[in-house]
């Protein structure tokens, strides 16, 4: 059996560097006010030396724990997992929040937590305490959550609020989601359609508003009423069943419809199948987040691409200049997506 090769430290990269150990700490780091050339020598001696950093040293040399933790809602990211119909949020938050942290020497821990627990303020202080993150990232319904953002806020730990448009406390991200909304709007608009119908999400997430909103205004834009065009789901695919019947079950029904996201997308165009609405000819559809399962759908459907993955980056960013030192930013940061077209949407027939 061959020898073990020796492990290669921090001591060894200063000493083929020829610098401190202070100072290949702060190129690890990547700590700022390091001169380039100082950066370049030490990064020349790790990758000669082949020096992995250590998350549990670099534990132990500071303050820093050198982890972000991302939580979810517990109760229907679960349900989502169980349903197994192509629901992407988790894999996007963990392929944009993951990769950004391997960019400066972080790891993300994902966890879920339930918001309605009455303990949950009890369950994210144990967490917190077992991990000693350097970094919190909440998404919605926890964004707005007061517990959480109060205990946050209280430890003073830096804390990033996904589809929140923030306040006292965290930093504030959104998705443009009243943006995003007046877009596909504006889109089936220039289409021809006059009555576009609107599914809206749960009253729990304040993001669910902010699309009716925008909507809303570009439909007053446009001089067209909004009357009886509005439906209300949860995002569940029953409920877009249920809002799709009562948006296209009267005589004055719409020509398009919006839904708030893929799932109740898909109810409704089950729905237009079932009562012999051709899509697009007769109906219109356009759906919220872009999932895989939308793509394959007959017809594909037309999605607001909800950048998830980009959203969640810029929040790792934002904590670790936080961490840093960097003020927080007193407006939310925003994130825009984009339309994609495919076979849903079309003018109006006759």
């Not at 349903?83 to 020497?105: H, I, N, P, S």
Request: glycine residues 8%; aromatic residues 4%.
């Amino acid at each position: 059996m061959g020898r073990r090769r020796q492990s290669v430290t921090i001591k060894h990269v200063a000493a083929d560097a020829g610098v401190s150990l202070q100072t290949v700490s702060r190129v690890i780091n990547n700590e700022p006010n390091v001169r380039t050339e100082m950066k370049e020598r030490v990064q020349a001696s790790i990758d000669k030396l082949g020096y992995v950093p250590s998350i549990a040293a670099q534990r132990m040399s500071g303050s820093r724990s050198y982890l972000i933790l991302a939580i979810n809602d517990r109760e229907r990211t679960i349900a989502d997992w169980k349903a197994r119909q192509g629901t992407d949020w988790v894999d996007q938050m963990l392929f944009g929040g993951m990769l950004k942290c391997a960019e400066y020497g972080y790891r993300m821990i994902f966890e879920l937590v339930d918001t309605h627990n009455d303990h949950v303020e009890r369950e994210l202080r144990a967490t917190i305490a077992a991990l000693q993150p350097d970094g919190v990232i909440l998404t919605p319904p926890h964004s707005d959550n007061p517990l959480i953002v109060g205990l946050l806020h209280q430890q003073k730990i830096p804390f990033a609020r996904i589809g929140s448009h923030g306040g006292a406390a965290g930093i504030a991200l959104t998705m443009d989601d009243e943006g995003s909304a007046a877009r596909a709007t504006r889109h089936l608009i220039g289409l021809g359609h006059r009555r576009v119908g609107f599914i809206s999400g749960s009253v729990e997430y304040d993001l669910s508003r902010w699309r009716i909103d925008g909507w809303k205004a570009e439909m007053a834009a446009a001089g067209l009423p909004v009357d009886g065009l509005l439906a209300e789901g949860d995002f569940s695919y029953a409920s877009g069943d249920a809002a799709a019947r009562r948006l296209l079950g009267g005589d004055d029904r719409p020509t398009a419809i919006i839904a708030s996201n893929d799932q109740m997308s898909l109810a409704a165009l089950e729905v237009a199948r079932e009562i012999r609405l051709d899509v697009p000819r007769q109906l219109s559809l356009v759906c919220f987040d872009n999932t895989p399962i939308v793509r394959f759908s007959q017809p594909p459907l037309t999605a607001v691409d909800q950048p998830v993955a980009e959203t969640v980056a810029r929040a790792v960013e934002l904590i670790i200049a936080a961490q840093r030192g960097a003020p927080r930013p007193t407006e939310p940061t925003v994130v825009s997506g984009g339309l994609v077209e495919r076979g849903s949407t079309a003018p109006p027939d006759g």
